[in-house]
DNA sequence: GCCAAACTATGATTCAAACTCATAATTTTC
DNA sequence: GAAAATTATGAGTTTGAATCATAGTTTGGC
């Protein structure tokens, strides 16, 4: 009559609830769908009850299973809050985080990110590195920053990389471009375009570097800073852009502009932080990598994690 | 970097905590003092602090162990009452427990563990079988009684039986009574004194049952319903009595009476709980086996779980 | 201060829980 | 209704949590 519960069982009911489907549930928490199933049906067993409602999709939780994940809410931060305490009570409340980031739409996820963590370490002292930086890595080398925000895994002895997630980029047309007949564009449809980007190095763009470098062609580049004025280019037929397709969802909702896969598998863009060796074991370092995660996939659609 | 913390270990804390010693914490949570040093070392390496500061006895927390703690004394009484929860989403709110009581100490710690239970469990009908019974069993079989405490484990199919605790029985002296000379008192040393107890039948007293019968000695007897009643005679010089250590520890530090021990090993009683069988099942039927034991072991000096 | 008793730590071993893998059964989607 | 996606299940493996046996410490009495 020994209660079995414990924490392990109410990360997967949350999960379970947050994504409605056990295969994306158990990738969430690093198991196998198989792993889950046979989690679910001890608990069920043990409770003598249901915890979810299987004939639905997306998965729903019964009102046990629902006690159980009002259960999980309360008391899982609590226990987070918990081990971060502990984690200050052996490394000292105060740190630095001065970040260095390489892509422009990196922003958009790393300011919420950025204020969630604040609020767990309000004593580490939080920094972007001014600028772009071709090489990000030199500066963690140079100890102008202590995490490095970059889109290759970095192979390297003295530098530690953590994977973040991935997403796919999406080209971006005028609703009214002769290209959006095509369900993908390939390299070719390229050659011809003006290419419209954030003012960076080819060799910081996915789409050169994977897509049309390999092909040989170099279309003309026109650049601007912002999202928004990208759009506007390609809204007013000045080129075609590519884009994290999280980045403008918004806008492809409300049908300002038109978008397409690029290549037959998609173009897909990787993100990982990169620390200096060790460094990845300090608590608010991995606090903020795994608070960069969450909230990402939290706010971000189509982003997986890695 | 992910965490091993489970409820297990804020079980483990708290025992330790209370306890103030691995051995005893241990025996609180059914596992072997082994299990515990084996467990707390794994966590202490996890945080990579100590947790409980060793050189010490009793045992103390560190403000690390502490932090964990206070997260225990937070979350298990949620995750309790969310079990509570779910076990009356199964079984209904309702339902009756009608007690059958053997001996009549038992009131003492009866009526706190009763008090805690009807806070859990609203609903549920609480009864004490009125009178004393020379066999409560039978009162399950005729469904007078939903539940029986009882001082022998009953060996029967049709009879669940759950331990509860054991304590020691001391004889009790006026203070300047001659007997008081020796260390502990025999079977023999009853021969020629009054012996006050309850007004209950001689197979019912765990000192004639054990000690006195069997060595064929018979005092006079006198009895009392009140535990103060019988220290007053006591006191007074008009017999000894034998009752459990816990239920006079008070006026035993007042100084109003002596205690002896009883036999070279001690009177030790046990408690034990009986229910008609499969009904031990019953959420709230275990649950008020839970509390009774939780609760007595905390107010009661010298008590040991079974 | 020393000895016995009580307690804690540790290494080897056992055991069971929890996971993965392979695949069957079911549900959803088009 | 077929294909795809999802969940369930049984077998086998791995892991980690427990026990056992015992060594090492600490405590308390004399």
């Known amino acids: 009559m020994q209660s079995i519960l414990e924490l392990r069982h109410l990360r997967t009911l949350l999960a379970i609830r947050d994504t409605g489907n056990l295969t994306r549930a158990a990738e969430r928490l690093f198991l196998t769908q198989s792993a889950l199933s046979h989690q679910l ?22 009102p046990a299973g629902d006690k159980l994940a009002q259960l999980a809410d309360a008391i899982l931060p609590q226990v987070a809050h918990a ?4 984690a200050k009570l052996r490394e000292g409340e105060a740190g630095q985080l001065r970040i260095a980031v390489e892509c422009h739409t990196c922003f958009d996820w790393l300011m919420p990110a950025m204020d969630t963590f ?5 004593e580490v002292e939080l920094d972007i590195v001014s600028g772009f930086h071709a090489d990000p ?3 963690l080398y140079e100890d102008r920053a202590d995490l490095a925000i970059i889109s290759e895994v970095e192979d390297n002895p003295d530098i530690a990389c953590l994977p973040l997630f991935s997403f796919d980029m999406v080209a971006l047309l005028a609703n009214d471009h002769p290209l959006t007949a095509k369900p993908r ?20 763009l996915d789409l050169v570097k994977k897509v049309l470098k390999p092909a040989g062609i170099k279309p003309q ?16 037929r000045r080129g075609i852009a590519a884009l994290p397709r999280w980045s403008v969802q918004h806008y492809l909702e409300k049908g300002y ?4 896969p690029i290549t037959a598998n998609g173009l897909i863009a990787e993100l ?21 995660r969450e909230v990402s996939v939290l706010n971000l659609p189509g982003v997986t994690l890695l």
């Open 221 to 236: 580049r026109r650049t601007s800073e912002l999202t928004v004025a990208i759009l506007q280019l390609v809204a007013s």
């Open 185 to 204: 564009l390939e390299a070719a449809d390229f050659a011809t375009e003006t290419l419209i980007t954030y003012p960076v190095a080819d060799e910081m």
């Open 41 to 62: 049906r001890l608990l069920e067993e043990h409770f003598a009850l249901p915890l979810v409602m299987r004939k639905s999709s997306p998965l729903k939780l019964t």
């Open 83 to 86: 081990e971060r305490a502990i």
């Open 137 to 139: 890595v030199s500066l």
């Open 272 to 292: 990982h932080v990169a620390v200096n060796k060790g460094r990845e074991e300090t608590a608010y370092v991995a606090d903020f990598v795994q608070t960069m």
């Open 118 to 122: 604040r609020t767990h370490w309000p």
């Open 257 to 260: 502009v038109t978008a397409r």
